[in-house]
């Protein structure tokens, strides 16, 4: 059973049809690459997984669950097992990175302190921003904030991750280091 | 024709649906406070909170400070010109004490934290809308009412009245100073005098009509942040129009409040 599955999509706004009738399967352990022009619609269909957006019409299953339906209790409950990067890394600007990354756990988790402290060096080490964790998001590169948004994005251990346009903006040698680290996660 | 009433429908229909959205948001935010509460609530709420009310009230302390004293030496003045012609400088005291603590401490205070602190809520929770940071809060199933708005609201709630009550002593402090150099008045007959002129429904009156204005500054201005759309150049608008719907709000709600207060006979 695929883990995410949509089924007849149909996304409009004011009138104007950006998804059409899109069916799209992924499966467990699948990574999956959207790929199109600008506009084309991949961050709304990003959108529409995440629940962020309701369709038209059809049908979005995330780990068995219809969230074009459910109600808000069962989307907040999805959320919980996605992990999101958006494109502008959407990092809370009045906390440091560290605090960006502990923000899932502290809200969602009644780990110690002690415990937070050490899952959120493990996942800015996993991706190379051990060293930065007090540093604010506006003193950081915009690689630095992609992987620091990839790090929140696994606070919580989740089994999906959605990273829209990871590597948009960046020169290639960073991007190609981006790509590697998600090739990196997901084989962790 | 047809146009002037389609248009004035499209208005109504308009602020009809812009009120709705306030009292929506204040029913949700008055929910979610439950969580930013201290000893009950979550006590990382609690801490925006307070960080929130150093912001709302003790950073604009001294403007508010500074205003009163000077509008309590204007009311003062302009009170002793005219009261002075009836040989009725003594009702200055009752003028400045009753004026500041039923209607200007609350107002001015009303004014100065929409222009700071309403206008600084559109833009922050504008800004958080345009980087996406309010649907990072959603997908990691945190309600953004709940994160952003209720530390803001629950601190304009404790802010504001204490900011107002800062107010009324500034004003009423102005009023003794004229009062001195004008007619060698003493400070202990003044504040003999003022406790005689007020008394504690008034207070209590200024400080609900606070808790009020509190409300429709954080409120409006967060809606005008949620409803931010598209680029920063909305922003902008956003806090502009936070600043002119919150002052405008203040107004007619302290304008129904006083018609409400004198015409059931409290004042």
């Not at chain 1, 059809?58 to 669950?65: C, D, L, Q, R």
């Not at chain 2, 803001?152 to 402090?173: E, R």
Request: aromatic residues 8%.
């Amino acid at each position: 059973m695929p883990i995410i599955s949509v089924r007849g999509l149909v996304v409009e706004y004011d009138g104007r049809r950006v998804l059409n009738e899109l069916n799209l399967d992924i499966e467990r352990g699948e990574t999956m690459v959207l790929l199109g022009g600008s506009g084309c619609g991949k961050s709304t269909l990003l959108r529409q997984i995440i629940g962020l957006e309701r369709p038209k019409s059809g049908s979005i299953h995330v780990n068995g669950t219809d969230i074009t339906r459910c109600s808000k209790s069962d989307l907040k409950k999805m959320h919980r097992s996605i992990g999101v990067a958006f494109q502008s890394a959407a990092l809370f600007n009045s906390l440091n990175v560290e605090d960006n990354v502990a923000l899932p756990l502290r809200e969602h988790t009644r780990l110690a302190d002690s415990v937070i402290e050490l899952v959120v060096w493990f996942k800015l080490a996993a991706v190379g921003l051990a060293d930065h964790g007090k540093l604010f998001p506006q003193e950081l590169s915009g690689g630095m904030k992609k992987r620091a948004a990839v790090a929140r994005a696994l606070a919580l251990g989740p089994e999906i991750l959605v990273l829209d346009e990871p590597s948009a903006g960046l020169d290639p040698i960073v991007a190609a280091e981006l790509d590697e680290l998600i090739l990196l996660l997901k084989g962790a | 024709m047809q146009n002037v009433f389609e248009s004035v429908g499209e208005k109504t229909i308009e602020h009809l649906d812009y009120v709705g959205s306030l009292n929506i948001q204040w029913w949700a935010t008055l929910r979610a406070m439950l969580h930013s509460l201290p000893f009950v609530g979550n006590r990382y709420r609690w801490r925006a909170a307070v960080r929130q009310m150093l912001e709302i009230g003790v950073d604009a302390m001294s403007m508010v400070s500074l205003m009163s004293i000077c509008t309590g030496f204007i009311f003062a003045m302009q009170g002793a010109s005219e009261l002075g012609r009836f040989g009725a400088l003594r009702y200055v005291v009752d003028l400045v004490a009753v004026g500041f603590t039923r209607e200007l401490g609350p107002l001015m205070t009303a004014i100065a934290v929409s222009g700071r602190s309403g206008s600084a809520f559109a833009a922050e929770i504008g800004t958080m809308k345009v980087t996406e940071e309010i649907d990072s809060l959603r997908v990691m199933a945190l309600e953004p009412i709940e994160f952003v708005l209720a530390p803001k609201y629950l601190a304009a709630l404790i802010a504001v009245p204490c900011l107002s009550v800062v107010a009324n002593v500034c004003g009423i402090l102005a009023g003794a100073l004229f009062m001195f150099f004008s007619i060698r008045l003493t400070p202990v007959l003044y504040v003999r005098y003022v406790f005689e002129a007020i008394d504690l429904r008034d207070v209590v009156l200024g400080l609900i009509k606070s808790v009020v204005f509190g409300t429709i500054i954080a409120q409006v201005g967060c809606l005008e942040g949620f409803r931010v759309h598209g680029g920063p150049d909305s922003v902008g608008r956003s806090t502009t129009s936070a600043v002119v719907k919150s002052t405008f709000l203040v107004i007619v709600a302290d304008a129904i409040f006083t018609a409400i207060f004198y015409f059931t006979g409290k004042h």
